[in-house]
């Protein structure tokens, strides 16, 4: 049975969850744990000889100790570049919050020292018309780590991500700042003293932009002890 499992989020979408999801992986590697990884629902996914497949799903597969198929990483696959619901829609198919911690809950099984499941966008985005992607941890009390996008108004984003997490009665295990551009934000230093003085959570690392974004690379700038303490 995975021993912890997070579930990973984001202050909006294109954050760079995945390529931290990655290092983190690659950074408890790097301790000697078991490693597992999933990614329920994902859109922008391409036609392959194999079926419909994500980037970012594999990616974590990639990162990951533990072989798994691609359908357990990543179940529901979505054609169209667009919000899932919408997606799911257009396929005629739709998405649930039960079946996904079903899915969850079948690799927490599974021998490991951590499992990351990824969601889609930020906190509150929808996979229905009644439920959004928050049902899915919160029905598996599952911790959250959340990823920050070091750019203009991040400040707010970061702390009203926050501040939902825990309205829906979660805690936040640990957030991760990232440089999402080349070019480093204003008052760079002075937004990361205040996310750290106001996010009440242990700050994982910062990792730099890469044009060639590299997991391992840039799991050495992470700090990832804290997610097997207790």
Known sequence: ??????????????????M???????AAASLGKRTLAMKPVAS????????LRNEDALI??????????YDQVNPVALKPAIAPHVAAAQAGRTIMAERLVGLCRGLQMRPADLLLVEGAGGWRVPLNDRET??????????????????????INHALLTAE??????????GWVANRPVAEIMGCEQETLEYLLNHLAAPCLGVL??????????LSTGLNVDCLFEN
């Open 133 to 154: 992607y928050a049902a899915m941890p919160g029905a598996l009390k599952m911790p959250v780590i959340l990823v920050v996008a070091l750019r203009l108004g991040c």
């Open 164 to 173: 939902a997490i825990r309205r829906d009665g979660l805690a936040i295990a």
């Open 20 to 26: 931290v999801s990655a290092a983190i992986l690659e």
């Open 60 to 69: 974590l597969m990639e990162a990951m100790s533990e072989s798994l198929a």
């Open 1 to 18: 049975m995975a021993r912890k499992s997070y579930f990973v989020t984001g202050t909006d979408t294109g954050v760079g969850k995945t």
């Open 44 to 51: 922008g996914c391409e036609e392959t000889p194999e079926g």
């Open 208 to 217: 730099p932009w890469q044009e060639d974004a590299d997991p391992r690379t």
